[in-house]
């Protein structure tokens, strides 16, 4: 959090002595500018130099921390000078120590006979007592000593041109003069036993005991996590004062006959969340609501009720996928539901916009008589965000596969029109520490349950010298009638990294591996058009299979497919492949999903076994947030993600939730500032 500006932690670090403007340079490099970025520059790791190991009692093979005086020192050099050896002897009145640097002639320069060093390594032999290329530090005397030694000390993360010794003693000397002037950025912390902020700042640094370094990082996280929930509560806070609800709630006189024609009836977990639908869309404020649900768990019928629900009161509304191809398919899906009803289902996409005759009653001007134009679903992609589009009566906002839209865009739907509600929908099961730090403001739904009636899906991990069985495989089930997807991780050759298979050559050779079978090819860069015709071939079976990038990973629904094999699977995250195979989840055939990692990867097979094991979506979640981090799992439109010095997206879930509650006393008080005496 800033500091006020008079304080000096909100000042230039060259404020501090001895930093000018070349050492400050340095220090920006790594990110710190202000007395106070240097204070939260985070230690990589601690060194212990509580015990010193005397010289005489170093024992061979194990780790030790010791020291003495520099007696001697030199450099042998052989083969025409390539070669070289540079070697010093230390003395600490019990025994001397060798220590020894290989082809490092520059090390020379570091030491004079007369220093003293702490040094750290490993004993590589006792006659005489050796250590090979330790990690030393020149000791200077005085009050400098006590920063060094004999304590925990903090390592650094350096910059070329910084040393530990120095950036220590600088962020001792910032410490004393600024730790008066840290101040508790929120009062309620007083009372929940974590340590006060300038002392979490000081421990950071020079911790006391063995837990002291990381309970101040914790409460560290704690003030980061802090100030992400307030922003998001305030943001929800100020929607609900100023901005009122659109009366979306219906009165059942599309839905009725919607359900009644549908072929099979909701499940428990789709009507639950139908109810709390309603309820927000009839409630005084603009709904925000993320709805979570495993692939093939049903949302788009939930989305369609919620729709039909905001038609009937006579408002429009934009359903936005994130490629072209499900816009499509979901265009396709809504117009057979819709039509029949009397609601006018409209595309918006990038290469296929609303022709002029449609355009003239969608832009008039908001005079023109409403009674002229029937309410309207719009279907489409990015294109939605389009200035150009600009329904007058959207009185809700769908956003299918969230975690493929940043929060920015989802703002910028949401701006159109009056605060229409909103409601986004996303495969990708959240860690709960994730959905608290990036949907905190939403409100949220879970479909927990699959429809009845679905096949098995079985999943098998195999190494790429299996591919001839795997094929004969998807061929047998082809030659019953099934159909199978086929998935490579990119189409352009210059996007590969090594080993991975580009999916266009591929093509040529599966459609040998697959033959007498038709093979068609689907892929990011193809038109349009193109990419539709593939799609409804392979939708109508004229196609039996399918080969494609991972632009098949979300919503495609073709519940005859049950084979799916994953080529280079592991260059996926685990989260992606368990969306991909959802695929083929939701046919009523025994469904198989083959991972074919490149043989070498041993390591990678090992992950891959997680998808063998579970197919827990939540479950599969944790595991690849806990083994790729936060911003491998949500992709790159998720990289509003903020950054966290000290917080951990994936291990800090309890700091999190009690930021949370936090917040919310904190914003109470704000409201009613008597309430709280
Ligand atoms: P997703 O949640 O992945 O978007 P879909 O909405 O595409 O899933 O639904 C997957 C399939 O399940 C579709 O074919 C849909 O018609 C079907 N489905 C949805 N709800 C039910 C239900 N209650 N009973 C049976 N099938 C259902
Ligand atoms: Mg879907």
């Known amino acids: ?49 509580r015990h010193f190991r005397p010289i005489a009692q170093l024992a061979a093979g194990e780790p030790v921390l010791t020291g003495g005086r520099v007696v001697a020192a030199g450099t042998k050099r052989w083969k025409q000078r390539s070669r070289s050896l540079f070697e010093l002897i230390l003395e600490d009145g019990t025994g001397r120590l060798h220590c ?129 929930q307030l922003a998001i509560q305030r943001r929800r806070r100020t929607l609900q004062t100023k901005a009122k609800s659109l009366p979306c709630g219906g009165d059942n006189r599309l839905i009725r006959p919607f359900l009644a024609r549908l072929a099979f009836k909701l499940t428990e977990a789709q009507t639950r969340v139908l109810r709390e639908t309603r309820a927000d869309l009839a409630g005084p404020h603009p709904m925000r609501r993320l709805l979570q649900g495993d692939v093939g768990s049903g949302k788009t019928v939930v989305a369609a009720c919620a729709a039909l629900m905001a038609l009937e009161s006579g ?60 309410v309207t679903l719009w279907v489409g992609t990015h294109a939605l965000l389009e200035p150009t589009f600009a329904p007058d009566k959207l009185g809700l906002v769908i956003i299918d596969e969230q975690h493929k839209f940043g929060v920015a865009q989802r703002e910028q739907l949401v701006r159109k029109g009056r605060y229409p509600h909103l409601l986004v929908m996303t495969a990708t099961p959240i860690p709960r520490t994730l959905g608290l730090t990036l949907y905190g403001d939403l409100d949220v739904s879970v479909i927990d349950a699959l429809p009845a009636g679905r096949g098995s899906l079985r999943t098998f991990v195999r190494g790429a010298d299996r591919l001839p069985k795997v094929w004969e495989f998807v061929r047998d089930q082809l030659r019953q009638g099934r159909q199978a997807f086929v998935v490579y991780p990119r189409v352009e050759d210059a996007d590969l990294a090594a080993g991975t298979k580009a999916v266009l050559a591929e093509f040529e050779r599966l459609k040998n591996a697959l033959a007498p079978h038709r093979v068609g090819l689907l892929h990011g860069r193809m038109p349009a058009e193109e990419k539709e015709r593939t799609m409804a071939d392979f939708r109508a079976n004229r196609l039996p299979a399918l080969v494609a990038t991972s632009v098949v990973e979300v919503g495609v629904d073709v519940p005859n497919a049950n084979v799916m094999v994953i080529e280079s699977a592991e260059s996926f995250g685990l989260a992606q492949l368990h969306q991909l195979r959802g695929r083929v989840a939701r046919s009523p055939h025994p469904a198989y999903c083959i991972l074919v990692a490149a043989a070498k990867t041993a ?75």
């Not at 930093?19 to 520059?41: F, I, Q």
């Not at 903090?154 to 120095?166: A, F, H, I, S």
């Not at 083994?627 to 010095?645: I, N, T, V």
Request: overall charge negative; hydrophobic content about 45%; glycine content about 8%.
């Open 100 to 228: 020894r640097w290989w082809n490092l002639p520059f090390m020379e320069a570091q030491f004079q006979v007369g220093d003293e060093l702490v040094v750290f390594g490993k004993v590589r032999s006792l006659k005489p007592r050796t250590i090979d290329h330790p990690d030393t530090e020149v000791v200077e005397g005085g009050e400098e000593r006590s920063i060094h030694i004999g304590r925990i000390v903090p390592v650094y993360p350096l910059t070329e041109g910084l040393t530990q010794r120095w950036l220590r003693g600088l962020i001792w000397r910032a410490l004393a003069a600024a730790e008066p002037q840290i101040v508790e950025p929120w009062p309620t912390l007083d009372s929940t036993g974590r340590l006060p902020r300038a002392r979490a700042l000081r421990l950071l640094h020079f911790p006391e005991n063995d837990g002291d370094a990381e309970a101040a990082r914790q409460r560290l996280a704690l003030d980061e996590f802090i100030g992400l």
């Open 1 to 49: 959090m800033p500091a006020p500006p008079a304080s000096i932690l909100a000042q230039p670090v060259t404020v501090l002595w001895g930093v000018g403007s070349e050492r400050a340079a340095l220090l920006a490099r790594l990110e710190v500018r202000t007395v106070e970025d240097l204070l939260c520059h985070r230690p990589r790791r601690y060194e212990d130099r």
């Open 603 to 677: 390591e990678a097979r090992q992950r891959l076994k997680v998808l063998e094991e579970t197919n827990d979506g939540f479950r599969i979640a944790e595991a690849d947030l806990a083994l790729r981090g936060p911003g491998e799992l949500l992709g790159q439109a998720q990289s509003g993600l903020p950054q966290f010095r000290f917080g951990d997206l994936a291990r800090d879930f309890a700091l999190i939730e009690e930021a949370r509650q936090l917040a919310t006393t904190l914003l109470d008080r704000e409201s009613s500032p008597h309430a709280a005496a």
């Open 315 to 374: 408002f429009d509304v934009a359903f936005m996928a994130p490629t072209e191809v499900l816009a499509g398919q979901q265009f396709a899906r809504f117009r057979a539901w819709f039509e029949p009803l009397g609601v006018a289902v409209e595309l918006h996409t990038g290469s296929r916009k609303t022709d002029g005759a449609n355009g003239a009653t969608l832009f008039a001007p908001a005079s023109a008589p409403r009674a002229s134009r029937p």
